[in-house]
């Protein structure tokens, strides 16, 4: 993934490596299966970090040459009496620490547009979850964006704006105005949009 976009793993971009222009993120390997994968990327990281002062004594060793010679083994659980664990367990984990990272990556948007309550931030938000297959919470977060137009264009009504989706401008009418009440005259703010 392109270094740029290191928003979409992590919000802090000191919790990413920049090599080459892709994203990398450096993880305490022991810490695998004892700890959350959070846990083991801050821990990666920290380690990383505790040489900023010394940077000729840390190294970077990337494997991707290395492979091109030496392809990775492939190992069968009953190879050399390997034991992987159930899968079930296994599975559990990954996701419980992928849903940690999801609410990590999304909670910034989700909290700007719970803030604004602006539809474009309802959108993104969405967006954000649906890219995480997180479909339930991605419809939420629209139909939220929904009440969030049904409120404005109610709100535009009483202005005496119309709105409509094929313009993106609105159009002026003339308001009701109850009997008894003086009428403030047809219009809308200057400036005001429906869209």
């Known amino acids: 993934m392109p270094s740029r976009k290191y928003a979409a793993i992590h919000p802090d971009r000191g919790m990413c490596l920049d090599v080459d222009g892709e994203i990398w993120v450096p993880m305490e390997i022991t810490l695998i299966g004892k700890a959350v994968f959070m846990e ?3 821990k990666g990281m920290e380690e990383r970090t505790a040489y900023d002062a010394k940077p000729e004594s840390r190294r970077f060793y990337s494997t991707k040459e290395p492979w091109q010679r030496y392809r990775p083994v492939g190992l069968k659980e009953t190879d050399l009496g390997l ?6 367990a296994i599975m559990d984990g990954f ?4 849903d940690t990272l999801i609410e990590l990556v999304t909670g910034n948007q989700l909290s700007a547009a719970q803030q604004s309550g602006k539809k474009q ?7 954000m979850l649906a890219k995480f297959l997180q479909y339930g919470k991605a419809e939420g977060t629209f139909e939220r ?3 969030s137009m049904r409120a404005m264009r109610t709100r535009a ?5 119309s709105c409509s989706s094929s313009r993106s401008t609105p ?3 003339r308001p009701t105005t109850p009997p008894g009440r003086p009428s403030r005259g047809a219009g809308t703010r200057k400036g005001t949009t429906c869209s």
């Open 83 to 88: 034991h992987y664990g159930r899968r079930e």
């Open 157 to 161: 009504s009483t202005w005496g704006v």
């Open 40 to 42: 083991a990327w801050r």
């Open 95 to 98: 996701r419980k620490d992928r």
């Open 145 to 147: 964006r929904s009440a």
């Open 121 to 127: 931030d309802w959108n993104k938000s969405g967006i």
């Open 171 to 173: 159009t002026r009418s």
